[in-house]
Every structure is written in structure tokens, then in C-alpha cells.
């Protein structure tokens, strides 16, 4: 008897084509015990490559993963651009995470490379792949802004893979 509150945990595991199955079954496993050590339960555990991302199930909001696919598919936004944001999501990580640390100091450059990135794809293009581009950048660039916590930054790199993913041609 659950009182009338039904807690749904769940544990996702994405990996390539041609990984083994074993790995596959593992990692999902995996990901579901994390889910279910949470407090309150109720959670979303998805396992990508290295990193888990944990989130309640109401939290996820598709609407940067559907404006990112579809830039894509509009063929104005590449996937080896959604790679390159990956990586500076990863470099805003290791400078949260480390805090006052030494760490290379391009790590803190982050922002000024998405800024140029930004700059860069926004050059040149008019009319509506403009607007849509716009769309995607400031929307990332909450995400890159320097007062964002780990947590933000840790639900972007779910974001940024599930888009790489569902973009990806089989």
C-alpha cells in the first residue's frame, strides 16, 4: 500500500550501437540503485558514458533539447557545436567543482569562448535562421553565465547529450 502516493524511480542507460550489451544492462542497473538511495525517491537516474544525471521527474523541461534538435535538423546548428558546448560545460564544471584550486587557466575562459562561438555562428546569418539561432544561444547562455551553480550545469550536460543523441544518424 503506497497511502495514495505512487514513487516511480527509474534508471536509463544510453550507449552507442555497438556497446555490449553487458555494459549496457550493467549501467542501467547501475543507475536505477542510485535512483532509489535518493531521498524521497521518486527520480530519474540517467547513466551517459561516464557521468550520472539525477532528476525528480517533473523537473525535466524538453523545451532547450526541442529547440536544440530542431536547430539541427534546420541544419543551423551543427552536432559538432553541441559537442563544442559540451566541452565548455565540462570546463564550467571543473571550475565550480574545484573552487579556488589550480586549474589550467583556460578552464576559466568558458564564458568568453561561448561568447565567441556566439559571435561567430551569429555573423552573417539573417532573417529566420537568425531568430532561431538567437533562441538557442540565449538560452544557453543562461546555463553559461558565471553565477550558475553545479547542479544547473550538471542537468545542461543531460540536456546537451540527449540532444547529441537524438540527433544522431543511425
Request: with cysteine.
Amino acid at each position: 500500500y503506497t497511502g495514495g502516493v505512487l514513487r516511480f524511480s527509474a534508471g536509463l542507460a544510453l550507449f552507442k550501437p555497438r556497446a555490449p550489451l553487458k555494459w549496457a544492462v550493467k549501467s542501467a542497473d547501475d543507475a536505477l540503485f542510485y535512483a532509489k538511495q535518493q531521498a524521497g525517491k521518486d527520480k530519474l537516474c540517467l547513466y551517459l558514458g561516464d557521468e550520472k544525471f539525477l532528476i525528480n521527474w517533473g523537473e525535466y523541461d524538453s523545451g532547450l533539447e526541442n529547440l536544440l534538435v530542431g536547430a539541427v535538423k534546420s541544419g543551423i546548428l551543427s552536432r559538432s557545436r553541441i559537442n563544442r558546448f559540451i566541452n565548455l560545460r565540462n570546463m564550467a564544471v571543473r571550475t565550480k567543482e574545484k573552487g579556488k584550486e589550480k586549474l589550467a587557466l583556460k578552464n576559466y575562459l568558458y564564458v568568453s569562448y561561448f561568447r565567441y562561438i556566439q559571435n561567430r555562428d551569429l555573423r552573417g546569418k539573417k532573417g529566420r535562421n537568425l531568430e532561431e539561432l538567437e533562441k538557442v544561444y540565449n538560452a544557453l547562455m543562461s546555463y553559461f553565465a558565471s553565477d550558475v551553480d553545479a547542479g544547473n550545469l550538471k542537468y545542461l550536460g543531460m540536456v546537451l547529450n540527449i540532444s547529441l543523441i537524438r540527433t544522431r544518424r543511425c
